[in-house]
């Protein structure tokens, strides 16, 4: 058998397995790009970076280098796969990992760098028409495409309306605007999201939703503080590593979930306790200021 007829064997076999993987994906569309690596090291570590459980899968071939992308349309992109891949230190024909990453490869997995497009951003020329009172032209001006549109500030403010509610011990207002929350966090267009951000993002975007839903499904205001204890945990986790325009103070109550106490957030340093609304509405005080 010729190299060219096993490639193409190998090919279909992976196909194969993308069909396969389409039962338990929804929304399933599949994709064939090149991922470069070369052993069996790169390929464990490839699928680790691409897979995400019931959303994406990865099945990558070290002799061809060629990989099957099986992915939920609606809820991630190839993009944002590749990037996360490139991100574990493996380049693909769009983008290149970072330079640190790559170098922290073990030595057989340091494969030859082809590709030319980091993670972080490609560059456009924008052409601007300007009279100048002596001349007038055509110049093209490089540009640096912007990642961060800080999507995740309507999430914040949103976060923050419910936070209002609780600390008013209004179920009904809660409720309201948590499912406010859940169309901005359905919103975000994580391919935008600086690198950073698009994985902490990736890992606390379930928990977020799931609280979220639990909160806006009811007026019991017990049954949403329990859940706004692990929301605010996870927005914390995501503000962290984001960029605010303005200080975002994280506060404590030592008293809040039966006494092992609990966190929130706040726009303002002064302490109004969701936990407890008007029965222990100063109970607390401000832990961290996130700048």
């Not at 071939?61 to 991630?76: E, H």
């Not at 028409?129 to 001349?135: D, F, T």
């Not at 309306?161 to 975000?188: F, H, M, R, W, Y």
Request: aromatic share 6%.
């Amino acid at each position: 058998m010729n190299k060219s007829f096993i490639k193409t064997m190998v090919v279909i076999t992976l196909l194969l397995s993308a069909v396969v993987s389409n039962a338990q994906i929804k929304n399933a569309k599949i994709a064939t790009v090149k991922i470069y690596g070369n052993c069996g090291m790169c390929e464990a570590t490839i699928e680790k970076a691409g897979n995400l459980k019931k959303v994406a899968k990865v099945d990558w071939d070290q002799d061809t280098k060629m990989a099957i992308v099986t992915y939920d349309a609606k809820k991630t992109t190839q993009d944002e796969i590749l990037k996360r891949i490139a991100l574990a230190g493996y380049d693909s024909d769009k983008f290149l990992a970072p330079d640190d990453v790559y170098n922290n490869l073990h030595g057989c997995c340091q494969y030859d760098r082809v590709a030319k497009v980091t993670v972080k951003g490609e560059t456009k020329m924008k052409t601007t028409n300007e009279n100048h009172s002596n001349h007038g032209n055509h110049s093209a001006t490089p540009v640096t495409e912007v990642q961060n549109e800080n999507q995740l500030k309507t999430v914040l403010d949103n976060y923050f309306i419910v936070k209002d509610a609780l600390v008013k011990s209004d179920g009904n207002a809660t409720a309201i605007a948590s499912k406010e929350l859940l169309t901005a966090v359905s919103a975000v267009k994580m391919d935008k999201l600086e690198m950073n951000v698009h994985m902490v993002w990736m890992k606390v975007l379930n928990q977020i939703k799931e609280d979220a839903e639990h909160i806006s499904d009811t007026k019991d205001v017990k049954h949403q503080r329990e859940h706004f204890m692990t929301l605010s945990k996870n927005i914390y986790t995501l503000i962290k590593v984001s960029k605010n325009e303005t200080p975002v103070y994280y506060q404590f109550c030592p008293m809040a979930n039966g006494g092992k106490g609990a966190n929130w957030l706040s726009k303002e340093n002064a302490v109004k306790n969701p936990y407890y609304g008007s029965m222990m509405l100063s109970c607390g005080k401000t832990v961290e200021t996130i700048n």
